[in-house]
């Protein structure tokens, strides 16, 4: 089940291709535009925040700046690349933010914007945007209760059991006639240890029978009725089994030690089953959302054109 999900800003144009403008644009000073350009444009309304430059008619605000450089960092790996001083946010309020204001600016005055297929991808980043702000209206403001994450985690508690390990010896001989002889032996006090590395064509007789701490089905599909009996609740530790046929002729085992198989707290997946239940809540408002809208919304497919 999903444990949460990073929602990433839609609204930043993607790093890589203004970097790449700056490679080729080069460090030059920035020159003003051309008046004739603002004649062209719909001044743009003051935005909320403080505003730290001003392109033509347009505004960038610190907190725009402080968004863009967070994401940039989250998709920086190298921690030298970084921006973390105010002389590297200047530099990229000069380099990266202003740039791309001023091709917007002449973009807009060579009505690129009226293209066909640039208007196609700008209505595709408005569909975009507008669901997703649409969708953060609707579902961002919900809560997970405490009675909720209690309910989930009786239902699901299972989920939540660590993976039982146990250690395990085994004695494994081609007849079952043998086989019986040393569970006589065993049942008289006679040694497991010993008796496996005297008798068991096992490899693992050289250690005394020992596997280890093995998990269940972690020697293969071939080892599943193996896997039933060792670990069986009935067979606790210090327990031999009894003989049973495997698949490299009649086994005895015998439990040296379990660890892990406990059901972990609620408040230790407090945190988690937050995560899980809030998820499905946005889940089923975002369902009731769109069905709604599927009642008064004209929808058609054409599947024979899907190829």
Known sequence: MPSGIKRRNILLVPLSLFMLLFLVIGCEQIQKLPLSIKDKLTPAPKPQGTIIAKVSD??????????????????????????????????????????????????????LDEQPKVREILKNLEINILANQFLQNEIGNLTVTSS????????????????EERRIREIVVGTE?????????????????????QRSRSSSASAGGDLGFIKRGQRGPDFAGFDEIAFSRSLNVGQT????????????????????????????VWDDIKRNVLFLKQQQKLQEITGGLLKKTKVVIYDDKIK
């Open 148 to 163: 909720e994450a209690e309910d989930f985690y009786n239902l699901y508690k299972e989920q939540y059991r660590q993976e």
């Open 58 to 111: 347009l505004y960038i605000t610190a907190e725009q700046l402080d968004q863009e450089i967070q994401s940039y960092n989250e998709l920086t790996d190298n921690p030298e690349a970084k921006i973390t001083t105010r002389d590297q946010k200047l530099a990229y309020l000069n380099d990266e933010l202003i740039r791309r204001y001023l091709l917007y600016l002449e973009a807009k005055a060579r009505r």
């Open 241 to 268: 089994s009894n003989i049973f046929k495997g698949k490299d002729g009649y086994y005895i085992m015998k439990v040296e030690g379990i660890k892990g198989g406990q059901t972990k707290s609620l408040s230790e």
């Open 177 to 197: 006639a043998e086989a019986k002889d040393i569970l006589i032996e065993l049942l008289k006090g006679g040694d497991f240890a010993a008796l496996a590395t």
